[in-house]
């Protein structure tokens, strides 16, 4: 038999189980999609169900793909911030809230007022309350659904949730924690003194660990419903946009990360926690002991495509380019789309700008530009956001040589090399990147059980597959459209506010 590690990455749009061997090759994969629901407008939600279903669909397509795999250790990577609130006798109350979720834009600013305003917050945890986080949909419950919160005894983020089934043992690690926003990122640990302030009962959130820590094994349960042997260690893992690093091959200083998925983000590993001055960056705990990890997130990127996709697709009798058409399409364009710029604010923002009420947009369009530009603004935009978090990046003295790409946008050469012109460096995608949290999540696994003997060995299994280097005349010119694309939030944020309170997106 073959020895391998099992990572499962609870996504927004879909769950991915994957299988790696010791020397860090990818043996199986398999992603199962499942739906979210907009009840609102700015409300997220998911069925926890859904998870287990794509997760059980998921697992069960690697090990009918390897079936000579014995299975060593598991590792658990999902999307971050969400809320999935249990009951005493840990069933699910309500639809989980996604980390994308906006509703909760008056119990953030609760919470920050509470803890003495932004730098009485920073001081608890070094990281805003924002919109999206776990700690905002805490309060949002307890205003608006008293009777429900009235039965809240547990809170799991996604990938914890899914802990619980495999293992019957409720736990969550620092990466995760540190984005409920109730968690001291400096400590290591939950900020009880916040919690305080808060009227949160500290029972409620699970016990925590470092990432690497076996923190529950695989119950009779679990392996009756998930088809794996009782008794398969199960390490705690990592939220998703923190595990993705380590995924990438990024663990020093010095390295960015760059992900497209249904969300856009930059990250840096740091041998210690900075300073977040105004909080507009997130400085969370590493996967790796005694390393920090400070990320930019836009909410937007990934998503701007399918967005594009659904929108031709009306245009078309429901007939959906693929994202690869869209690219090739954009590849037909000059950079700069002919001066036609996109804001991919679709679902408010988180980075740099913290407005849940921006709004996307496209701005100087005329008679000149078609399809084509069209798609490379929306690509550009993408882009732009990237380069705006890095912006805000330097201002703490968080630099880079070199981007690992990763994430579904990975897979675009054309969106690599937008990045490797715009930032001047050199973009790299590794083996595992395009798997996402998934593969970060079976390195994380070996880690555990003694397959690496630390964080920085497991990271050396990312090995090189594409390179592009940066385009001279071609950044150039991206940076001038970039010092456009920069102005326009601040023109625009009192439209955006004037149409949500004249309610125009109703």
Known sequence: MTQGLLGIDIGTSGCKALLIDADGAVLASRTETYALSQPHPGWTEQAPQLWIDGARAAVAGVLA????????AIGLSGQMHGLTPLDAGHRVLRPAILWNDQRNGAECADITTRAGGIEGLLRHTNNRMLVGYTGGKILWMRNHEPELFSRLRHVLNPKDYLRFVLTGELATEVSDASGTGLFDTRRRAWATGL???LEIDPAVLPPCHESHVVSGRVSRSGAELFGLEAGIPVVGGGGDSVIQT??????????????????????????????????RLQVFCNVAPDKWHCMGVSLNAGGAIEWLRALLAGFAGGVAPTAERIAALAAQAPVGARGLLFLPYLNGERCPHPDPSARGGFVGLTARQGAADMARSVMEGVAFSLYDIFALMRQVDIGGQVIKASGGGARSALWRQMQADLFGCEVVTTEGAAEGGAFGAALVAGVGVGVWPSAEEAAKACRPVTREVPDAAAGDAMRSAFEVYRGLYDALSPSFAAIGEARLDR
Do not use: C, M, Y
């Open 65 to 72: 793909l390897r079936p000579d795999v014995e299975i060593a």
């Open 246 to 279: 380590i995924g990438s091959g990024v663990i020093a200083p010095g390295e960015l990360q760059t992900t497209i998925g249904t969300a856009g983000i930059v990250a840096a590993a740091l041998d210690k926690p900075v300073e977040n001055p105004d909080g």
């Open 195 to 197: 919690l305080d302030l």
